[in-house]
Protein backbone atom coordinates (compact mmCIF):
# COMPACT_ATOMS: atom_id res chain seq x y z
CA UNK A 1 0.00 0.00 0.00
CA UNK A 2 0.85 3.63 -0.51
CA UNK A 3 1.79 6.04 2.95
CA UNK A 4 3.23 9.50 2.07
CA UNK A 5 4.66 11.08 5.44
CA UNK A 6 4.67 14.76 5.78
CA UNK A 7 6.86 15.43 8.99
CA UNK A 8 6.69 19.00 9.56
CA UNK A 9 2.61 19.44 10.53
CA UNK A 10 3.51 23.44 11.41
CA UNK A 11 5.58 25.97 9.90
CA UNK A 12 6.06 29.45 10.90
CA UNK A 13 8.51 32.02 8.72
CA UNK A 14 9.08 35.21 8.29
CA UNK A 15 8.63 37.33 4.83
CA UNK A 16 11.75 36.11 2.84
CA UNK A 17 12.84 33.45 4.35
CA UNK A 18 13.61 30.17 2.48
CA UNK A 19 10.83 27.24 2.87
CA UNK A 20 11.58 23.52 2.50
CA UNK A 21 8.52 21.10 3.36
CA UNK A 22 9.47 17.37 3.70
CA UNK A 23 7.79 14.44 1.98
CA UNK A 24 8.71 11.01 1.58
CA UNK A 25 6.39 8.26 0.40
CA UNK A 26 6.31 4.65 0.65
CA UNK A 27 5.91 2.49 -2.61
CA UNK A 28 6.91 -0.32 -4.44
CA UNK A 29 6.37 0.73 -7.99
CA UNK A 30 7.16 3.75 -10.27
CA UNK A 31 5.03 6.64 -9.13
CA UNK A 32 3.72 10.13 -9.97
CA UNK A 33 4.00 13.03 -7.29
CA UNK A 34 2.01 16.20 -7.01
CA UNK A 35 2.02 18.79 -4.26
CA UNK A 36 -1.21 20.49 -4.11
CA UNK A 37 -1.41 23.94 -2.07
CA UNK A 38 -5.36 25.02 -0.09
CA UNK A 39 -5.18 29.13 0.05
CA UNK A 40 -7.35 30.25 2.78
CA UNK A 41 -11.37 29.60 1.95
CA UNK A 42 -10.25 28.42 -1.17
CA UNK A 43 -9.97 25.00 -2.91
CA UNK A 44 -7.04 22.76 -3.73
CA UNK A 45 -5.05 23.61 -6.48
CA UNK A 46 -2.06 21.53 -7.67
CA UNK A 47 1.75 23.50 -7.50
CA UNK A 48 3.51 21.88 -9.15
CA UNK A 49 3.74 17.61 -10.25
CA UNK A 50 6.58 15.27 -11.32
CA UNK A 51 5.91 12.79 -14.54
CA UNK A 52 9.04 11.56 -15.92
CA UNK A 53 12.28 13.41 -16.90
CA UNK A 54 14.17 15.96 -15.51
CA UNK A 55 14.05 15.42 -11.46
CA UNK A 56 13.86 18.93 -10.63
CA UNK A 57 9.82 20.09 -10.99
CA UNK A 58 9.22 23.74 -11.29
CA UNK A 59 6.04 25.08 -10.40
CA UNK A 60 3.79 27.84 -9.88
CA UNK A 61 4.35 31.10 -7.78
CA UNK A 62 8.39 30.62 -7.62
CA UNK A 63 7.82 27.15 -6.01
CA UNK A 64 10.29 24.42 -6.46
CA UNK A 65 10.48 20.18 -5.97
CA UNK A 66 13.02 17.83 -6.49
CA UNK A 67 12.14 13.61 -6.76
CA UNK A 68 15.21 11.89 -5.22
CA UNK A 69 14.01 8.65 -6.00
CA UNK A 70 17.07 6.84 -3.99
CA UNK A 71 15.45 8.59 -0.53
CA UNK A 72 11.57 8.29 -1.90
CA UNK A 73 11.90 12.12 -1.27
CA UNK A 74 9.71 15.02 -3.14
CA UNK A 75 10.45 18.30 -0.89
CA UNK A 76 8.66 21.25 -1.80
CA UNK A 77 11.08 24.61 -1.87
CA UNK A 78 10.38 27.93 -2.31
CA UNK A 79 13.94 30.66 -1.76
CA UNK A 80 11.69 33.45 -0.45
CA UNK A 81 8.15 33.36 0.88
CA UNK A 82 5.57 35.97 0.71
CA UNK A 83 2.71 36.52 3.27
CA UNK A 84 0.54 35.43 0.58
CA UNK A 85 2.03 31.71 0.92
CA UNK A 86 0.18 31.09 4.04
CA UNK A 87 -1.46 28.06 3.11
CA UNK A 88 -1.99 24.24 3.67
CA UNK A 89 0.06 22.27 1.55
CA UNK A 90 -0.62 18.72 0.85
CA UNK A 91 1.97 16.06 -0.70
CA UNK A 92 0.55 13.18 -2.67
CA UNK A 93 1.30 10.66 -5.13
CA UNK A 94 -0.42 7.69 -7.00
CA UNK A 95 0.94 4.68 -9.20
CA UNK A 96 2.10 5.29 -12.58
CA UNK A 97 0.58 2.96 -13.70
CA UNK A 98 -2.47 0.82 -12.49
CA UNK A 99 -4.24 2.35 -9.49
CA UNK A 100 -4.99 6.36 -10.05
CA UNK A 101 -6.15 7.21 -6.70
CA UNK A 102 -4.07 9.62 -5.16
CA UNK A 103 -2.91 8.89 -1.45
CA UNK A 104 -2.11 12.25 0.48
CA UNK A 105 0.02 13.06 3.27
CA UNK A 106 -1.67 14.86 6.22
CA UNK A 107 -0.51 18.32 4.75
CA UNK A 108 1.51 21.18 6.25
CA UNK A 109 -0.18 24.39 7.13
CA UNK A 110 2.45 27.40 7.06
CA UNK A 111 1.92 30.64 8.46
CA UNK A 112 4.55 33.56 6.75
CA UNK A 113 4.14 36.49 9.09
CA UNK A 114 5.15 39.91 7.42
CA UNK B 1 -18.44 28.23 -14.21
CA UNK B 2 -15.40 25.55 -15.54
CA UNK B 3 -13.89 24.37 -12.21
CA UNK B 4 -15.32 21.41 -10.68
CA UNK B 5 -18.83 21.69 -8.17
CA UNK B 6 -19.94 20.83 -5.42
CA UNK B 7 -23.66 20.79 -3.78
CA UNK B 8 -24.58 21.55 -1.20
CA UNK B 9 -21.62 23.31 0.10
CA UNK B 10 -22.60 22.81 3.65
CA UNK B 11 -24.84 19.76 4.88
CA UNK B 12 -26.23 19.36 8.37
CA UNK B 13 -28.28 15.98 9.66
CA UNK B 14 -29.10 14.11 12.14
CA UNK B 15 -27.40 10.78 13.00
CA UNK B 16 -29.46 7.42 11.11
CA UNK B 17 -30.51 10.05 8.16
CA UNK B 18 -30.00 9.16 4.46
CA UNK B 19 -27.75 11.98 2.55
CA UNK B 20 -26.66 12.72 -0.88
CA UNK B 21 -23.83 15.37 -2.37
CA UNK B 22 -23.62 15.83 -5.88
CA UNK B 23 -20.16 16.60 -7.99
CA UNK B 24 -20.48 18.10 -11.35
CA UNK B 25 -17.40 17.89 -13.36
CA UNK B 26 -15.00 19.81 -14.98
CA UNK B 27 -17.22 19.18 -18.65
CA UNK B 28 -15.08 16.57 -21.10
CA UNK B 29 -13.52 14.55 -18.11
CA UNK B 30 -13.64 11.47 -18.38
CA UNK B 31 -12.63 10.41 -14.80
CA UNK B 32 -13.97 11.52 -11.59
CA UNK B 33 -13.06 10.88 -8.12
CA UNK B 34 -14.29 11.38 -4.20
CA UNK B 35 -12.32 11.86 -1.52
CA UNK B 36 -13.28 12.65 2.17
CA UNK B 37 -10.56 15.13 4.37
CA UNK B 38 -11.55 14.81 7.92
CA UNK B 39 -10.14 17.64 10.35
CA UNK B 40 -6.09 18.08 10.17
CA UNK B 41 -5.54 15.14 7.55
CA UNK B 42 -5.00 14.81 4.06
CA UNK B 43 -8.24 13.85 1.42
CA UNK B 44 -8.45 10.12 1.90
CA UNK B 45 -9.87 7.89 -1.26
CA UNK B 46 -13.10 6.77 -1.50
CA UNK B 47 -14.06 5.89 -5.00
CA UNK B 48 -12.93 6.51 -8.61
CA UNK B 49 -15.20 6.47 -11.69
CA UNK B 50 -14.09 5.77 -15.43
CA UNK B 51 -16.94 7.64 -17.89
CA UNK B 52 -19.93 5.90 -15.61
CA UNK B 53 -18.20 2.57 -14.54
CA UNK B 54 -16.76 2.91 -10.73
CA UNK B 55 -13.50 1.87 -11.79
CA UNK B 56 -12.54 1.61 -8.22
CA UNK B 57 -14.28 1.70 -5.17
CA UNK B 58 -11.63 0.32 -2.53
CA UNK B 59 -12.16 3.50 -0.73
CA UNK B 60 -15.72 3.16 0.56
CA UNK B 61 -15.42 2.90 4.48
CA UNK B 62 -18.57 0.50 4.42
CA UNK B 63 -21.58 -0.38 2.48
CA UNK B 64 -23.45 2.59 4.01
CA UNK B 65 -21.46 4.51 1.10
CA UNK B 66 -22.35 4.20 -2.50
CA UNK B 67 -21.58 6.50 -5.83
CA UNK B 68 -23.53 6.51 -8.86
CA UNK B 69 -22.64 8.53 -12.34
CA UNK B 70 -25.31 7.38 -15.23
CA UNK B 71 -24.40 9.60 -17.94
CA UNK B 72 -20.94 9.65 -17.31
CA UNK B 73 -20.89 13.43 -16.06
CA UNK B 74 -22.32 14.42 -12.63
CA UNK B 75 -21.74 12.27 -9.66
CA UNK B 76 -23.88 11.48 -6.51
CA UNK B 77 -22.24 10.38 -3.91
CA UNK B 78 -24.92 8.58 -0.97
CA UNK B 79 -24.46 8.27 2.67
CA UNK B 80 -27.20 5.66 4.51
CA UNK B 81 -27.69 5.64 8.15
CA UNK B 82 -25.31 8.49 8.53
CA UNK B 83 -23.19 8.72 11.70
CA UNK B 84 -21.13 11.15 13.35
CA UNK B 85 -17.91 9.76 12.48
CA UNK B 86 -19.27 10.41 8.71
CA UNK B 87 -18.78 13.98 9.56
CA UNK B 88 -16.00 15.68 7.02
CA UNK B 89 -15.55 17.39 4.02
CA UNK B 90 -16.22 15.54 1.16
CA UNK B 91 -14.52 16.44 -1.89
CA UNK B 92 -14.70 15.77 -5.37
CA UNK B 93 -11.66 16.06 -8.41
CA UNK B 94 -11.82 15.38 -12.42
CA UNK B 95 -9.79 14.52 -14.82
CA UNK B 96 -9.00 13.97 -18.38
CA UNK B 97 -8.93 10.18 -18.06
CA UNK B 98 -5.28 9.95 -18.88
CA UNK B 99 -2.51 8.72 -16.46
CA UNK B 100 -0.38 11.16 -14.52
CA UNK B 101 -2.59 14.01 -15.54
CA UNK B 102 -3.77 16.57 -12.48
CA UNK B 103 -6.75 15.86 -10.73
CA UNK B 104 -8.64 19.36 -10.59
CA UNK B 105 -10.61 19.73 -6.84
CA UNK B 106 -14.24 21.27 -6.17
CA UNK B 107 -14.97 23.28 -3.34
CA UNK B 108 -16.11 20.15 -1.10
CA UNK B 109 -19.15 19.59 0.68
CA UNK B 110 -18.58 20.14 4.50
CA UNK B 111 -20.87 17.78 5.98
CA UNK B 112 -21.95 17.00 9.76
CA UNK B 113 -23.97 14.60 11.41
CA UNK B 114 -25.83 15.73 14.89
Known amino acids: AQSVSQHNHHVILSEAASLELGCNYS??????LFWYVQYPGQHLQLLLK??????LVKGIKGFEAEFIKSKFSFNLRKPSVQWSDTAEYFC????????????FGSGTRLQVQP | GAGVSQTPSNKVTEKGKYVELRCDPI?????LYWYRQSLGQGPEFLIY????????DSGLPNDRFFAVRPEGSVSTLKIQRTERGDSAVYLC????????????FGPGTRLLVL
Open chain 2, 93 to 104: ASSAGVQGETQY
Open chain 1, 27 to 32: YGGTVN
Open chain 1, 50 to 55: YFSGDP
Open chain 1, 92 to 103: AVNARTGRRALT
Open chain 2, 27 to 31: SGHTA
Open chain 2, 49 to 56: FQGTGAAD
